[in-house]
């Protein structure tokens, strides 16, 4: 399983349901989740399948918010 860790400027729960589509879409339901309470407003992937960073970074930016992988 691999864990990819992104900061985001995705902010509430409101920025949280608009790019639900977009990475259900490309990461899966189950896989994903954005902590809007630290600073960094941390996406976390979690997924077995052939996920890339760059696959995310574009679903973000599809859904209007920006993406910057992190380790």
Do not use: H, R
């Not at 409101?14 to 977009?22: D, N």
Request: aromatic share 6%; with cysteine.
């Amino acid at each position: 399983m691999e864990i990819l860790k992104f900061k985001t400027n995705i902010k509430c729960s409101g920025c949280v349901s608009k790019a639900t589509p977009f990475l259900n879409d490309t990461a899966g339901a189950e896989n994903w989740e954005v902590d809007t309470n630290v600073p960094e407003k941390l996406l976390t992937i979690t997924s077995t399948e052939n996920i890339t960073p760059e696959l995310i970074i574009k679903a973000v930016q599809e859904a209007g918010y920006k993406a910057e992988q992190v380790n």
